[in-house]
């Protein structure tokens, strides 16, 4: 059962447009969700992150919004840029499994493509 | 440099042999993790460990062994039980609420 929904597996938007990336979640334990960005043969990395105490993060380009009623998450680019293209990552980490059993539950990824 | 270093960058199994993946980190993180991502799906977790001598299984730990004899150390084997081994496999350490990654290994069967 997947607990972590990305459910468009790719996104293509012009450079200098907005992208948004959408992502649910079924679990009402999550309690921190994270994006990472990840290209190809290589690891994912940290993007931004996300408090279930919070609705808004920003961090330069990267918008991330949360919406817990829903459990539905997105993550705003503005403006995207051609280098933004790549593989987007929502992860969430579970309440319960904080100190020794910290684990985080990540979604299928979308391939976002930015055109120049 | 500080970071997580995973060695080989490719590996190939054979029929029936085990194999193992390094994973090695200079961050001084207690938590370290493995993840499998098959092309057009998530990372799954396979195994985890807190502080060393101590490990759990993730979500698909099947045919997969680890240890963590010391803190810098995680390496993953993957057993001839595993029948579907072919993957890139992630490794990863924590600090704080966040996974910091190694660039991967990516194992294929001859």
């Known amino acids: 059962d997947q607990q972590v929904k990305q459910n468009s597996p790719s996104l293509s938007v012009q450079e200098g447009r907005i992208s948004i990336l959408n992502c649910d979640y079924t679990n009402s334990m999550f309690d921190y969700f994270l994006w990472y960005k990840k290209y190809p043969a290589e690891g994912p990395t940290f993007l931004i992150s996300?408090?279930?105490?919070?609705d808004k993060n920003e961090d330069g380009r990267f918008t991330v919004f949360l919406n817990k009623s829903a459990k539905h998450l997105s993550l705003h680019i503005v403006p995207s840029q051609p280098g933004d293209s790549a593989v987007y990552f929502c992860?969430?980490?579970?309440?319960?499994?904080?100190?020794?059993?910290?684990?985080?539950?990540f979604g299928k990824g979308t391939l976002l493509t930015v055109n120049p | 440099d500080g970071g997580i270093t995973q060695s080989p960058k490719y590996l190939f199994r054979k029929e029936g042999q085990n194999v193992t993946l390094s994973c090695e980190q200079n961050l001084n993180h207690d938590a370290m993790y493995w993840y499998r991502q098959d092309p057009g799906q998530g990372l799954r977790l396979i195994y985890y460990s807190q502080i060393v001598n101590d490990f759990q299984k993730g979500d698909i730990a099947e045919g997969y062994s680890v240890s963590r004899e010391k803190k810098e150390s995680f390496p993953l084997t993957v057993t001839s039980a595993q029948k579907n081994p072919t993957a890139f496999y992630l490794c990863a350490s924590r600090w704080g609420e966040k996974l910091f990654f190694g660039s991967g290994t990516q194992l294929s069967v001859l």
């Open positions: 992860a969430a980490r579970n309440s319960g499994s904080g100190g020794s059993n910290y684990k985080l539950t």
């Open positions: 996300i408090s279930s105490i919070k």
